[in-house]
């Protein structure tokens, strides 16, 4: 499987942006769709996950403000960031699992496939 990850930039607080993941080879054994964010100096942790069902989960920090969705024909996952705040910037990767369950999905190790990451930047 491989994820390509795109739509970082540089944005005002407050403002919007959509980042996406394009997926592709062997796409039928993923079961979950995850975001990481690492911002400098910090690990990197866990923002919001989508299952194949369709059910989603946020990091507390983005509820309400960040949504996920998907494009089946496309194989593409989209992260929707708004209201942005500055401690959202960060590098923003996107991960896939055949396995991802709710007690793992912060741990980066449940996540077998990764996409490069896309910078977000928000200023203040």
């Known amino acids: 499987v491989q994820l390509q990850a795109s739509g970082g930039g540089l944005v005002q607080a407050g403002g919007s942006l959509r980042l996406s993941c394009a997926s592709s080879?062997?796409?039928?054994?993923?079961?979950?769709m995850g975001w990481f964010r690492q911002a400098p100096g910090k690990e990197r942790e866990f923002v919001a996950i989508?299952?194949?069902?369709?059910?989603?989960y946020f990091t507390d920090s983005v509820k309400g403000r960040f949504a996920i969705t998907k494009d089946n024909a496309k194989n593409t996952v989209y992260l929707q960031m708004n209201g942005l705040k500055p401690e959202d910037t960060a590098v923003y990767y996107c991960?896939?699992?055949?396995?991802?369950?709710?007690?793992?999905?912060?741990?980066?190790?449940?996540?077998?496939?990764w996409g490069q990451g896309t910078l977000v930047t928000v200023s203040s």
């Open positions: 989508r299952w194949r069902s369709g059910t989603t």
């Open positions: 991960a896939a699992g055949s396995s991802v369950i709710m007690s793992t999905i912060r741990e980066p190790t449940s996540y077998g496939f």
């Open positions: 080879g062997g796409t039928n054994s993923i079961r979950a």
